[in-house]
């Protein structure tokens, strides 16, 4: 099996800049909003979910980078055995349900 294409850590920092200073400006803000005495109780739950959503979409861009790096590596006009994507779906199926 062929190696797929990596995505470089620049590219997925660059990415990544501007979702991050937002979760950041927000878990400040949530801190800076809680009142004297209160600065846990009301600010961990806030800061809890955007580091939950920061994570989930850190990861989703990670994913999606390195699928889009693989899919631009990737000629659909020839198959590794040689066929052409026209020629494989040139056969049909053997059942009605294919």
Same mark, same amino acid.
């Given at each position: 099996? #062929?190696?797929l294409s990596k995505v470089s850590k620049e590219a997925y920092? #660059?990415?990544m800049r501007e979702a991050t200073e937002t979760m950041l400006h927000g878990v400040? $803000?949530?801190v800076n909003r809680a009142r +004297? $005495?209160?600065w846990i109780n009301e600010? #961990?739950?806030q800061v809890r979910d955007l580091l939950a959503d920061y994570r989930r @979409?850190?990861?989703e861009t990670a994913i999606e980078m390195r699928t889009d790096a693989s899919e631009a590596a990737f000629s659909p006009g020839r198959q @590794? +055995?040689?066929t052409t994507a026209a020629q494989e779906g040139s056969?049909?199926?053997k059942h009605r349900d294919g």
């Open positions: 099996m #062929e190696r920092v #660059e990415q400040i $803000g949530a +004297d $005495g209160a600010s #961990e739950m @979409k850190a990861y @590794k +055995d040689g056969v049909l199926p």
